[in-house]
C-alpha cells in the first residue's frame, strides 16, 4: 500500500499544477464564505414590484429602507430565473389596496420572515435560526471542490487501467486489496491534509470559523471519503480517464447545486425537497447546520449516517468491480 501511495505522490509532483489548482480553490472556498457570511446572515436581496404612480402604505414604504434587506424597486416583476439565481431572494408584489404578496423559492421559514418585515419593518429583527452560520458556510463552499478534487485525484487510478498497468498489478505480489487501498488513502491524504492546513491557517490569522479545528478535521475527513469513494466507483466503470473526469465533475457540480450547498433554495416538504434527500451532500450540509446551531435531532444523525454509509456502498462497489473486470476474468 505504501509503494502505491509513494508511486502516487511522485506522479502528482511531475504535475503539480493539479495540486496548486485544488490548493487554490480550497482557499477561494474558504475566503469566500467568510467575506459573505455577514452579508449572507444579515441582508436579503428583494425585488418590490411597484407599479408607477401607485401610492404605498407606511409600513411598505419604511420596509424599503430596513437595515437587514437590499429592496430594488421595480416596475415589473424579474424572471423566476432570477430567483434560481440568487439574484434576489423574494420578489414582493404590492397590490393596488395596499396588499402585499411575497413569491420565493425558499424555505417557508424565509417567507414568513418577509412578511413579519412587512408588517412591523421598525421592530423587526431577524431570527438566526433561519440562516446559516459562518462554519456551515464554509463547509457548503467547500464541498463542491472537495468532492471534485476526488475525481481529479483518482485520474492517476484511471491512467493505471487506461494504460492497462493494473493489469501488471494483479500478476505481481502486491495484493490487489492494498493497490485500491493504496490509492484511496492517497486520495484521502490530498484532499484532507492540505484543506484542513488552510482552516488551521485561518484560526492562526484570528479568523472567525464558526467550528473549532477538532470538529473541521471529522467534518473534512467525511468529505474527503466521500469524495474518494464516489471518485473510485465512478472510475470502476470507465477505461478512459477523461470520461470520469468530466462526467463527475457535471455530476457533483449540479447535484451539490441541487443540494443547497452554496444556498438552499427549496421548499420545505415539498416531494422536490424530499427526492433532493437522496443527494448525500443535502443530508451532509443539514447534519453541518444541525451541528453548528445545537440542534442535532435524532432524524438528523440517520441523514449523517446515510452519508457514512453511501460512501462505504461506493467503495465496495468499487473493489468488486474492478476485482471483478481485472481477477475473476483475467
Known sequence: MLVIFRNDWKRLMEEK??????????????????????TIETKGNIALILPQNQSVIESV???????????????????????VQNRYDA??????????????????????MIYAALKNPNTFVPSMETTRRIGTNIIGYMMMF???????????????????????????PIAFQK???????????????????????????????????????????VLAILATSFALFLNSFFCVADTANMLGSSLIMLS??????????????????????????????????????GNLTGAIKIQFLYVVGLSVIFFFIAVIKTKKDYIYHK
Do not use: W
Open 17 to 38: 499544477l493539479y495540486l496548486f489548482v485544488s490548493m487554490g480553490l480550497t482557499i477561494c472556498a474558504v475566503v469566500a464564505a467568510i467575506v459573505l457570511t455577514s
Open 61 to 83: 414604504s419604511q420596509f424599503t429602507n430596513s437595515q437587514y434587506f437590499n429592496v430594488s424597486i421595480l416596475e415589473t416583476a424579474p424572471p423566476k430565473s432570477e430567483l
Open 91 to 112: 420578489v414582493v408584489t404590492i397590490g393596488e389596496d395596499g396588499a402585499y404578496k411575497v413569491e420565493t423559492i425558499k424555505s417557508d421559514e424565509i417567507k414568513a
Open 146 to 172: 472537495l468532492l471534485i478534487q476526488g475525481v481529479l485525484y483518482a485520474r492517476l487510478f484511471a491512467e493505471d487501467k487506461e494504460r492497462h498497468m493494473i493489469e501488471r498489478v494483479v500478476m505481481s
Open 179 to 221: 493497490y485500491l487501498f493504496g490509492h484511496a488513502a492517497f486520495m484521502f491524504a490530498m484532499i484532507f491534509v492540505p484543506t484542513f492546513c488552510v482552516m488551521a491557517v485561518a484560526q492562526i490569522l484570528g479568523v472567525v470559523i464558526g467550528f473549532s479545528l477538532l470538529t473541521y478535521a471529522a467534518l473534512i475527513a
Open 256 to 293: 451539490t447545486i441541487l443540494a443547497g450547498s452554496f444556498y438552499s433554495f427549496t421548499k420545505e416538504e415539498t416531494l422536490f425537497d424530499r427526492l433532493i434527500h437522496i443527494l448525500p451532500q443535502k443530508d451532509f450540509i443539514n447534519f453541518t447546520n444541525a451541528l453548528e446551531k
